[in-house]
């Protein structure tokens, strides 16, 4: 069965520095999606792609934060200056479209600041 | 702005009982409701979908319920065993926004004890 595949599936960082968490979505999939989760706190929406450009982002999705697609199967977030709060689960999601159709997730991808 | 509530935060059962796990939400506009399961630590496995227009989805022991008008799902797990103690989580897939995305509850965390 087709998934959602992650990298790396843990990093650790040092505080301010940048770091690019990699996603290769379901390959006939459109629509992407970044999610994270803080220790023992809710999954969180941050951002959302489609067609090449962001279609809906958080608040918490500020300038420190971007995504891109760099070629056709990659989907990457990248946060500038890493913060401590910053540390978390962050989840990659794909799907074919809107309604009705399933949103797949990755496993994750751990990030720990320092 | 969507809120989605899960009550239980907690539970533990004996196994061999059957459990019920609540789920509401606040905003009626909704494509569909995912029910899912995360182990420590780990990624989310999509249980179960249901649509806006169903009333309940079933698989294995499993079975959903939706009763969008009154923003409420259930999660059924009939004959508990040890291997279903996780987190579970519901997730709305909203009208609203062009990727139409999910919004989260904070949980159940179920145990299964022996």
């Known amino acids: 069965e087709p998934e959602v595949t992650q990298t790396p599936s843990h990093q650790v960082t040092q505080m301010g520095q940048e770091v690019i968490l990699r996603c290769v979505p379901i390959s006939n999939h459109l629509y992407f999606y970044w999610y994270r989760q803080i220790l023992g706190q809710k999954v969180e929406f941050l951002v959302s792609?489609?067609?090449?450009?962001?279609?809906?982002k958080s608040e918490i999705f500020d300038d420190q934060f971007s995504v891109e697609r760099p070629d056709g199967s990659n989907f990457t977030l990248k946060i500038r200056s890493t913060k401590l709060e910053d540390s978390a689960m962050y989840f990659c999601?794909?799907?074919?479209?809107?309604?009705?159709?399933?949103?797949?997730f990755g496993e994750g991808s751990w990030l720990t600041v320092v | 702005k969507q809120e989605v509530t899960q009550i239980p935060a907690a539970l533990s059962v004996p196994e061999g009982e059957n459990l019920v796990l609540n789920c509401s939400f606040t905003?009626?506009?909704?494509?569909?409701l995912q029910w899912f399961r995360q182990d420590p630590g780990k990624g989310l496995t999509s249980l179960l979908l249901?649509?806006?227009?169903?009333r309940e989805q079933t698989s294995g022991r499993l079975n959903a319920s939706l009763d969008k008008s009154s923003g409420r799902s259930t999660l059924y797990i009939a004959a508990s065993q040890p291997g279903d103690s996780a987190t579970y989580l519901c997730a709305v897939r909203g009208l609203r926004g062009t990727a139409s995305k999910l919004t989260f509850g904070t949980g159940t965390r179920l145990q299964v004890t022996l």
């Open positions: 792609f489609y067609n090449n450009e962001i279609s809906e």
């Open positions: 999601a794909s799907t074919t479209g809107t309604g009705a159709n399933t949103i797949y």
């Open positions: 905003d009626s506009a909704i494509y569909n």
């Open positions: 249901i649509q806006s227009s169903q």
